[in-house]
């Protein structure tokens, strides 16, 4: 299986702003709902925000009006456009399918610290 590779983290002051990008060969963007998630030390892995194969988007509440999931197939590249970033934003963040679970195959993801 071809895994996602998720890129565009780093260390942001709280306010600021980040894109995250999701790659990968072949049709996966074309033929899968995608997703957003992340995971908090201590905590489960959270869907944030979704897009489905109508570019219909959905977001978790934590997020909402301040995170965008968007998609160009062409490329093969999901991305993730993060604004007014708050401290509990702080996790690792993983590119899937919308439909993925815990005992899915996931990527190395790309770690995202807001703190001042």
């Known amino acids: 299986q071809v895994l996602p590779v998720e890129s565009g983290g780093g260390l942001v002051q709280p306010g600021g702003s980040l894109r995250l990008s999701c790659a990968a060969s072949g049709s996966i963007f074309v033929i899968n709902d995608m997703g957003w998630y992340r995971q908090a030390p201590g905590k489960q892995r959270e869907l944030v925000a979704s897009?489905?194969?109508?570019?219909?988007?959905t977001y978790a509440t934590s997020v909402k009006g301040r995170f965008t999931i968007s998609r160009d197939n062409a490329e093969n590249v999901v991305y993730l456009q993060m604004s007014s970033l708050k401290p509990e934003d702080t996790a690792v963040y993983y590119c899937?399918?919308?439909?993925?679970?815990?005992?899915?195959?996931w990527g190395q993801g790309t770690q995202v610290i807001v703190s001042s």
């Open positions: 899937n399918t919308a439909w993925a679970g815990e005992y899915d195959d």
């Open positions: 897009i489905n194969l109508g570019g219909r988007t």
